[in-house]
């Protein structure tokens, strides 16, 4: 029974990632390329929100299942502070993993025509190179201001995640102000939103490993050029979602659980 239950929750953690990709990295797509719209229609907006409904989408789907994680530095928090148990952590990453890649995958059908046209520029993952890192990073030619340090995206990675964490364990706890009516999976997305209009700008809150890292691995086979260029790539959206994931969870209980009034 248990290897079967692991099994369904293994599953379901493919799939909503799979779903979170597909969204996630069509809107980049859909940005990057502009197939319908001049390009200065599209702005960082359009990215933030549907970022935001691609997870709140993703955690409805897989949340009565797995829990939808669909991110390791969340599965790494919950074991860290929730009880998640530890010899899940590992199954659960790579189930995240594989879906990411199969929601490039996904995304890459979808725009196959104008990624080929383009030459298969990077839509899938955060960092140099990324087509809205050359669309809205500082500008271009006179207009540039510079671009962040790999220490700075670090920094934003762990911030980023942290707060992800904080808005999810907060929108769920019972002592607290937890949402009801089944609209959690909504909260958590504009969690995901608030977290890319305020703090998305340095690094462009990959705020999950898995999110990252399955879709570079498949821009990398397909064509995409320098993806694994440099140190980046393991630093910022990879080292630094798995840090800033526990420290969310170690600080709200630190901070807020203590403070909070006791169950009947």
């Known amino acids: 029974?248990?290897?079967?239950?692991?099994?369904?929750?293994?599953?379901?953690?493919?799939?909503?990632?799979?779903?979170?990709?597909?969204?996630?990295?069509?809107?980049?797509?859909?940005?990057?390329?502009?197939?319908?719209?001049?390009?200065?229609?599209?702005?960082?907006?359009?990215?933030?929100?549907?970022?935001?409904?691609?997870?709140?989408?993703?955690?409805?789907?897989?949340?009565?299942?797995?829990?939808?994680?669909?991110?390791?530095?969340?599965?790494?928090?919950?074991?860290?502070?929730?009880?998640?148990?530890?010899?899940?952590?590992?199954?659960?990453?790579?189930?995240?993993?594989?879906?990411a890649f199969l929601g490039a995958l996904g995304v890459y059908l979808v725009y196959m025509d104008g990624l080929v046209a383009a030459g298969v520029p990077n839509v899938w993952c955060t960092g140099p190179g990324s087509v809205f890192g050359q669309a809205f990073w500082g500008g271009t030619g006179a207009a540039a201001t510079g671009t962040y340090s790999l220490l700075n995206a670090f920094i934003t990675e762990i911030f980023g995640t942290a707060v992800l964490l904080w808005?999810?364990?907060?929108?769920?706890?019972?002592?607290?102000?937890?949402?009801?009516?089944?609209?959690?999976?909504?909260?958590?997305?504009?969690?995901?939103?608030?977290?890319?209009?305020?703090?998305?700008?340095?690094?462009?809150?990959?705020?999950?490993?898995?999110?990252d890292f399955g879709p570079r691995l498949f821009g990398a086979i397909v064509g995409t050029k320098g993806l694994f260029s440099g140190s980046y790539w393991i630093v910022a959206p990879i080292l630094g979602p798995l840090i800033g994931g526990p420290i969310g969870a170690l600080t709200y209980d630190w901070f807020i659980t203590p403070f909070l009034p006791k169950e009947e």
């Open 1 to 99: 029974m248990k290897k079967k239950s692991l099994w369904g929750e293994l599953v379901a953690e493919v799939f909503g990632t799979f779903i979170l990709i597909l969204l996630g990295d069509g809107v980049v797509a859909n940005v990057g390329l502009a197939p319908r719209l001049a390009a200065p229609a599209y702005n960082w907006n359009t990215i933030t929100f549907g970022w935001a409904m691609a997870v709140m989408v993703a955690v409805y789907v897989a949340g009565g299942v797995s829990g939808a994680h669909i991110n390791p530095a969340v599965t790494l928090a919950m074991a860290v502070k929730r009880g998640f148990p530890w010899g899940k952590v590992i199954p659960y990453w790579i189930a995240q993993i594989v879906g």
């Open 167 to 211: 808005g999810v364990l907060a929108t769920g706890d019972r002592r607290n102000l937890a949402v009801g009516a089944n609209l959690g999976p909504l909260a958590v997305g504009l969690v995901v939103l608030a977290v890319g209009l305020c703090l998305g700008g340095p690094s462009g809150y990959a705020i999950n490993p898995a999110r």
